[in-house]
């Protein structure tokens, strides 16, 4: 007989352990949405980012780049604050170095200070000779140069279109790109059905880990839109057509981590894959990107501090050509 009560009680027990995770296993979308929407509603956010990027040397060749030059897989480390408001554009700063496998060498950062008046402003440190000339490292290393964002921007993702000649002056195709990118992110609709990924420990922080696939018409949908921010004016149909085209055979996914008890996002890792099929017979060529961030902060106003002392970007070019 004294074996019914340890039955009961390990009856008990077991129930005790279940029935707290039947009770979290609401559906993922329950739980995805509303913390996809506090990212829209804050003020500002505050990250350790780390990106690694990876291309084949004929896909660097394609984008006009000496493969010689880059040493690929490149990875960044550091740290981003944006400042999110809702009736003036972004601002931001940013510290990024470029982790390089050579212990004998400086490793080179990066800084990027982002103003709400649409200017930019980057400086250098460690620029090593070996990669590039001495006269350009000489201009570039410790010094600051200012730049219009979407030129900063432009010049990031050669994008030769984007020029302040084109822009609309009243900035209005820009600014509703930016909230239907905004509006479509925080309602769900980029993303497929996601998939739970089960319970993971971040530090001190028990959270939930979903799995993101991106709809591809939504993403081509959410590529027009950053053109259009990027660009500053709406695109033509034949840009979108180009856009579209752009597109075909890329694949992104989108991970995130919730906190279980705050109910937001405090971890991102977005993978964008992108399969180039060359002509002939060759095989097909994959670029990867990686994206993951963890948020530190949320809400705390990031100070952007412009340098005291900068240059233009164009004079940086314009003592380049006189040397």
């Known amino acids: 007989m004294k074996k019914y009560p ?64 880059i040493a690929l897989p490149i990875v ?48 250098f440190e460690n620029v090593p000779t070996s990669k590039m000339s001495a006269k350009v490292v000489e201009e570039l290393n410790g010094k600051w140069y200012s730049m219009r964002s979407r030129g900063l921007a432009a010049l990031l993702v050669k994008d030769g279109e984007a020029t302040a000649a084109q822009e609309d002056p009243s900035g209005k195709p820009a600014a509703d790109a930016w909230l239907r990118i905004r509006d479509e992110i925080s309602s769900g609709e980029l993303f497929g059905p996601p998939v739970a990924l089960g319970a993971q420990v971040l530090g001190a922080v028990n959270t939930r880990r979903y799995s993101l696939p991106f709809k591809h018409d939504a993403l081509v949908r959410l590529a027009v839109d950053m053109k259009t921010v990027l660009r ?20 992104a996914e989108l991970d995130i981590w919730i906190d279980r008890r705050e109910k937001r ?43 005291a002392d900068s240059s233009p970007f164009e004079q940086f070019i314009e003592r380049l050509k006189q040397k």
């Not at 029935?19 to 996809?36: D, K, S």
């Not at 980012?49 to 984008?63: C, E, K, L, S, W």
């Not at 003036?88 to 982002?114: C, L, R, W, Y």
């Not at 709406?234 to 579209?244: F, G, H, M």
Request: avoid cysteine; charged fraction near 20%; hydrophobic fraction near 45%.
């Open 76 to 123: 960044f480390v550091g740290e981003a604050g944006v400042n999110l408001p809702k009736d003036k554009p972004m601002s931001g700063t940013a510290t990024f170095v470029v982790i390089d496998n050579d212990n004998e060498k400086q490793d080179v950062t990066f800084h990027v200070v982002s103003a709400d008046d649409g200017v930019s402003y980057i400086e």
């Open 6 to 69: 340890l039955v009961i009680l390990f009856a008990v027990m077991l129930a005790g352990a279940l029935i707290p995770t039947y009770l979290y296993n609401e559906r993922p979308e329950n739980v995805i949405v509303p913390a996809i929407a506090k990212l829209k509603d804050a003020k500002s956010l505050m990250a350790a980012v780390t990106v690694g990027t990876f291309a084949p040397d004929a896909v660097v060749r394609a984008a006009g780049a000496d493969p010689s030059l």
């Open 265 to 307: 996002i405090v971890q991102l890792n977005l993978d964008v894959k992108s399969i180039d099929a060359p002509a002939g017979n060759a095989a097909p060529q994959t670029s990867h990107i990686s994206i993951l961030a963890r948020i530190t902060s949320w809400d705390e106003p990031v100070a952007v501090d412009k340098p």
């Open 232 to 251: 500053g004016r709406t695109l033509t149909e034949d840009e979108k057509i180009e856009v579209a085209r752009s597109m075909e055979g890329r694949v």
